[in-house]
């Protein structure tokens, strides 16, 4: 026998798709962890880049915060404000300015308590004439205070000064100096190189105000941030960008603005492409040396399996002469040790079946047929011993020389039966009343049934017939009527009846007797199975075997009460 690589290819497929999901795993594992670990990198750049943006504005704050401070302790500037002279004041702020201004872009502003501006120095100040920034500090004097202020759609970080005068009832509040700086594109840009690269956006209300990212980009990001949320990653249509945010809050402490840090993604992406390239690369050189080694492997392991298989194939071909090598102390040499002293024990237990089950059947049959044919030698014996005590009427004479005949015919019939159920062969049917079948049964279990006072009621249609051998089909009717009357022996009632039923005849045999066992019911139609009667079962088994050679079936269905036997027998010709 051809060995079937159904096994090996199961295996082979198993051990690769096991291998690919190893292998996915792994892969999504680690281009998990690396993502994260960029992500956690990314994420550490950029508050780097945050803390450098802190310090630089720190730095800035401090110094805004310190030169105020001195210019608001001098003593000619505050006499210079005492005056109220908008142009002794622009002098003096504007010349003390010029000495102590490290930058171009820084402003500086004096207003009155109320923030309307007298003066405007240093670079791009504000157009309009009131600082309404000046206001919101006023609740914190004497101290300074510091923030961010939108004052004509621009964004400055401002420190605000009091400047106090010693009067008649102690220090009074004169004038108030606001310094700061604009945040424009050059001071994103200055952050920008200051902080290694990454790029800056300052908005307003969720308006761009600077950035260092092109004005489309910046839109998009501008919309899709969300304050408070921490890191986030945005998607935009050509490229992903990590953003990192802090408000900007005003000198009240509320936020007037937003801080946005942001990297682009293209680098990790590139990382990202070529580890997944490599890891690929890995997954398919896995998966092939994977399969080549299992396929090596299983069929090492699989050949002592086939042999098994070959084996056992044939034991089910009952050829219990079959052997496998039995190889070495592993586990399949010690299988293949095992399923050769089993096969020796199948086959001496079959033999000495075979042996007990011959004797057996042997006793069995010559016990049924003494059964069977001890009823008809005896009415022949009886009847010829009465022939030969003489003194018989005419009619007595045929009555006997009549039961003498159809006993000598019943053996006949039942040893050829038994010929012809050893050998598989049947007689040609032949079409017949059924009734006439049934009827002849009846008659020749009239007397008995007489004896025994049962009633034998055949209501079979005559005009019903079926293609049938008449002397076997005979046999089985007898067969069931003398089941019923030996088990009915204090009387009862037996019904025949038939229909037609579709292309087939159903016979129906019931009679009032105690029935059939459940504990037999099952085998009821199996060789040598009996229940409570004379003989030894062949009786059912043969009637059963003759209904199928006809090409019907006999079969007991389950009742209350009773035995009820139904017989189906083909309408046309078989």
Not at 240 to 245: L, N, Q, S
Request: hydrophobic share 40%; charged share 20%.
């Amino acid at each position: 026998m051809r060995p079937r690589p159904s096994l090996l290819w199961k295996i082979s497929l198993s051990t690769s798709i096991a291998i690919t999901l190893l292998l996915a795993v792994a892969g999504y594992f680690v281009q998990d962890q690396t993502r994260s670990a960029l992500s956690r990198n990314l994420e550490l750049e950029l508050q780097g880049s945050f803390r450098a943006y802190e310090s630089l504005w720190r730095a800035r704050a401090d110094l805004l915060a310190k030169v105020s401070l001195v210019f608001s302790k001098m003593q000619y500037v505050r006499a210079a404000f005492q005056t109220n002279d908008r142009a002794t004041i622009t002098d003096t702020a504007g010349e003390i300015w010029s000495q102590v201004s490290q930058s171009n872009n820084a402003i500086f502003l004096v207003t009155d308590p109320s923030g309307e501006v007298i003066a405007s120095l240093g670079g791009k100040s504000p157009q309009n004439r009131n600082m309404y920034v000046v206001r919101d500090a006023l609740p914190r004097f004497p101290a300074q205070s510091e923030g961010f202020t939108f004052q004509n759609n621009q964004l400055y970080e401002v420190v605000v000064t009091p400047v106090y005068v010693a009067t008649g009832g102690g220090d009074g509040l004169i004038d108030v100096l606001v310094a700061g700086f604009p945040v424009d594109q050059n001071v994103a840009s200055e952050l920008r190189e200051r902080t290694g690269g990454s790029d800056f956006v300052f908005l307003e209300n969720g308006r761009p105000v600077a950035s260092t990212l092109p004005s489309s980009d910046t839109s998009q990001i501008a919309a899709q941030y969300r304050r408070g949320a921490g890191l986030q990653h945005l998607e935009l249509p050509n490229r992903e960008y990590a953003v990192f945010g802090s408000p900007l809050r005003d000198i009240a402490g509320a936020p007037a603005g937003d801080l946005l840090i942001v990297h682009n993604f293209d680098a990790i992406r590139r990382d990202l492409q070529a580890l997944e390239l490599k890891l690929v690369f890995a997954w398919a050189a896995a998966i092939l040396a994977g399969i080549g080694v299992s396929i090596l492997l299983a069929r090492r392991i699989l050949k002592p399996v086939r042999q098994l298989d070959e084996a056992a194939a044939l034991i089910a071909e009952q050829k219990y002469e079959t052997r496998v090598p039995e190889g070495g102390d592993d586990e399949l040499g010690r299988l293949a040790r095992t399923f050769n002293a089993m096969c020796r024990s199948i086959q001496d237990a079959r033999e000495e079946l075979i042996r007990q089950e011959r004797i057996s059947t042997i006793g069995r049959l010559s016990s049924s047929i003494v059964h069977d044919l001890r009823n008809p030698l005896a009415a022949i014996y009886g009847g010829a011993e009465m022939m030969m005590d003489g003194d018989l009427s005419t009619q007595q004479s045929q009555r006997i020389a009549g039961n003498i005949y159809r006993s000598s015919r019943a053996i006949k019939d039942m040893l050829q039966e038994l010929v012809d159920v050893s050998r598989g062969r049947i007689q040609a049917p032949e079409r017949c009343r059924l009734s006439e079948v049934i009827g002849a049964a009846v008659e020749a279990q009239a007397a008995s049934a007489e004896q025994h006072g049962i009633e034998i009621r055949n209501a079979v249609d005559s005009s019903i017939e079926v293609p049938v051998e008449p002397g076997r089909m005979e046999r089985v009717f007898l067969n069931l009527i003398s089941n019923s009357i030996e088990a009915m022996p204090d009387g009862g009632r037996i019904d025949i009846a038939a229909h037609r039923n579709g292309h087939d005849v159903l016979v129906c045999v019931d009679d009032t007797g105690p029935g059939v066992p459940p504990s037999v019911r099952q085998r009821l139609f199996q060789p040598f199975v009996t229940s409570g009667k004379n003989g030894l079962g062949l009786g059912l088994a043969l009637s059963r075997q003759a209904v199928l050679d006809h090409g019907g079936d006999l079969w007991i269905e389950d009742a209350a009460a009773g035995a009820h036997f139904r017989l189906r027998l083909p309408f046309g010709e078989i």
